[in-house]
């Protein structure tokens, strides 16, 4: 049973940064794409960023570009988020998200991870 628990999440001011963790167990982690969604108060949950199986390959949507990292310990089974020059913008509950995808080279699109954390809340006052 695939088990996503993120963690991380708080309160900053504009400007700050903070580093989200997820720890995945119940699976081969070493063959799952993973990313990482947001959902802001009455908006679609999007996609932020996702990470191929030996972490070599990533993708940033592009609000998140050039101020957030993601990075992934196949040792440690986790996940991580690096989000440096927070605005408010960036306020939302943050979910970390998994699929399968051995054999590809590419992480899968957004709309393909089916595995979900429960999300933490990331918020940011101006």
């Known amino acids: 049973q695939v088990q996503l628990v993120e963690s991380g999440g708080g309160s900053v001011q504009a400007g700050g940064s903070l580093r989200l963790s997820c720890e995945a167990s119940?699976?081969?982690?070493?063959?799952?794409?993973m990313g990482w969604f947001r959902q802001a108060p009455g908006k679609a949950r999007e996609g932020v960023a996702t990470i191929s199986t030996g972490g070599g390959t990533t993708y940033y949507a592009d609000s998140v570009k050039g101020r957030f990292t993601i990075s992934r310990d196949n040792v440690k089974n986790t996940l991580y988020l690096q989000m440096t020059t927070l605005s408010p913008e960036d306020t939302a509950v943050y979910y970390c998200a998994a699929q399968f995808c051995l054999g590809r080279a590419n992480p899968p699109p957004f709309k393909e991870y089916n595995y979900w954390g429960r999300g933490t809340q990331v918020t940011v006052s101006s």
């Open positions: 119940g699976y081969n982690y070493r063959i799952a794409c």
